[in-house]
């Protein structure tokens, strides 16, 4: 005899998304009394606790994680099926973790594309660093991710989405910028990098560098947003870097000085990465994304225009 059903995995799941009985009640048009009687029969039936319960907080147990990542791929595949009888085009939601660089730079077009093609999809956006992307990725809080190297990949499936190239940027000197590769962007690499917190790929890549140089930095600066790094670079705080995409649309862009990076260092790319099963509306994001070597040929293009532009 089974011991669950659909209803009780959309109701479970409903629990974990909305952080609790009481918005998972709102949203599924049920009094809160009856999601909690719910749960506890379904947990009673398991024969294990879903939830660690402190105070009015719910906790998913080992048991309860390992569960919503079965209730996830059993719900998108009763969706698919429904959708597959009915002749429907894709639907639903596609809840996707990012890069602040990508959200902010890449993916505007590519999602606006997206919402006119498919309407009915909802889409649902969260940043981190890459650690953080796999790590909700993991835990099932979003369906892919869009991360950048170097990350595991283990049993995730994933494709190039992005190549980005990283630029060191520095405080301008008083005649303007400093030269590249001069002396004032190799003292400010020893003073002060202000970074993304640890889990994000650049700052991993950018200490390697310098840990295979032989130098590091007297102090390390946290940052949260790509704004704040380069608003304290162009204040004189320290050295960061940063890629040239978003440094393009930045507020701040032109107040900082930017040097070339060792080429392996300077490209760096991004990758969609998901686990299981890739859903419909997952599979028809990915078909908008451009092709690698398409991006790479309009980089360059835009770079000689850019390098005939300014002149000598």
Known sequence: MRMMDLDDLHIFRSVVREGGVTRAAS????VPSNVTTRIKQFEERLGVALFR????????TEAGRTLLGHAETLLQLADLAERDLRG????????LGSLESAAGARLPPILSAFHTRYPDVTIELQTGTTRAMLHQLGRHEVEAAFVSEPF???TLSSVPAFDE???LITAKTAEGSAAE???ADESAMTRTVVAFPHGCSYRQRLFEWLAAEGRSP????DMSSYHAIVAC?????GAAVVPAEVLDHAVLGTAVARHALPIHLRLNRTHLVWSGEASPALRSLMGLLPRVEEQEVADTSRHCLSTRSTGP
């Open 233 to 237: 670079v162009a204040a004189g705080t």
């Open 152 to 154: 595991e990949r283990g």
């Open 165 to 167: 190239e990283l630029v």
């Open 218 to 221: 007297e102090r390390i600066l």
């Open 27 to 30: 949203l599924l048009n049920r």
């Open 53 to 60: 319960r402190e105070g009015r907080s719910l906790t998913l």
């Open 88 to 95: 429907g085009g894709v639907r639903g939601v596609l809840r």
């Open 181 to 183: 590769g001069s002396a």
